[in-house]
């Protein structure tokens, strides 16, 4: 991040607001990917699940979105879902709106479906594709967006792949190595970020890694980042995988981002998973990054947290004053 990107987030702090917002956007997805956590029964608490949420489409939904940038000013949208590629059309209407807004824009999608020609052209978009392994695993976890179709509907376009790493992963040699030399060779791809399975407190799925595997894969992923240059693994990340928040009270991300689901209503709370993460197995890329930095000291005297939690206490008040949440 700039220095400019973060003395805005700092203003936005102070202010009471919120510098990200992440929205899904819709509660459709055409794929069934095992242990996403979208759709998981502790997501969304009490609402129920993802699938029997009364979502948006149409004007409602742009004007829906519209109304909860103009709320909570944010730097930073993330579009979820769901898949947003089933939305589109309003898409196509909202992306340059937030564009011209200046606000910086994420969409996660996982290209089952082409992504149109027009988006390529759109300043401050960037698209993450999720791609999670080589092709058998990938294709069987994430059908029908499939290796071949993913290669077919990123086409025209530069995209980020995002690699959410599972233990069927694990213990292969040179899986990672080969992951990254497939879609570092691609032109369409101008980086490769990895995250890490995060599961819920209290339950075993098949995807979650060990404390054995999670440090040999960040070993390996350490030995080959210099030899992929679109391999994103700086090491304020790896060093704040190995050293994940505590609670989401704890993630900076959690607390910088406000997250709505697809009613455009209701908030995703602790933070993006939803329910109860656990939180000593967080693999999330940004949360990783940010709590890493909190362990800088401006001037080498006071830490980045300790100058959050100042600037987080005096916004909280202004929000207050405001009747602002």
Not at 123 to 131: G, P
């Amino acid at each position: 991040m700039k220095k400019a990107d973060l003395l805005r987030a700092w203003g936005r702090i102070l202010s009471g607001y919120y510098p990200s917002l992440s929205v899904e956007i819709t509660r459709e997805c055409p794929l069934r990917c095992p242990g996403c956590y979208a759709y998981e029964p502790e997501h969304l608490g009490e609402l129920g699940p993802l699938r029997s949420v009364a979502d948006q489409n149409g004007a409602k939904l742009i004007d829906g979105v519209l109304d909860l940038v103009n709320r909570y000013r944010p730097l930073h949208v993330s579009i979820v879902g769901g898949e947003p590629l089933v939305r589109f059309r309003e898409l196509d209407v909202l992306l340059p709106r937030l564009s011209d807004m200046g606000i910086g824009v994420q969409v996660v999608t996982s290209a089952v479906r082409t992504i149109p020609a027009a988006w390529s052209t759109i300043n401050k978009l960037t698209l993450s594709v999720s791609i999670d392994g080589l092709q058998p695993e990938h294709d069987e976890r994430r059908k029908p967006a499939t290796y071949e179709r993913i290669l077919t509907n990123i086409q025209g376009h530069h995209i980020n792949v995002h690699c959410t790493i599972t233990r069927q992963m694990t213990g292969r040699d040179h899986y990672f190595e080969k992951f990254l030399d497939f879609w570092s060779a691609r032109p369409e791809v101008k980086k490769i970020w990895f995250s890490i399975f995060t599961p819920q407190m209290g339950v075993q799925a098949e995807e979650n890694l060990s404390s054995t595997e999670r440090e040999e894969v960040l070993t390996e992923l350490i030995r080959l980042k210099g030899r992929f240059p679109k391999a994103y693994l700086p090491n304020s990340v790896l060093r704040g995988y190995r050293e994940p928040p505590k609670s989401p009270a704890d993630c900076i991300f959690a607390r910088t981002t406000v997250n709505f689901t697809a009613d455009l209503k209701s908030k995703i709370t602790p933070c993006q998973f939803g329910g109860q993460p656990d939180c000593s197995q967080c693999g999330c890329f940004a949360s990783a990054g940010l709590n890493a930095v909190a362990g800088y000291r401006v001037l080498k005297v006071l830490p980045v947290r300790t100058l959050y939690d100042a600037s987080d206490a005096i916004g909280k008040r202004a929000a207050r004053m405001f009747i602002r949440s």
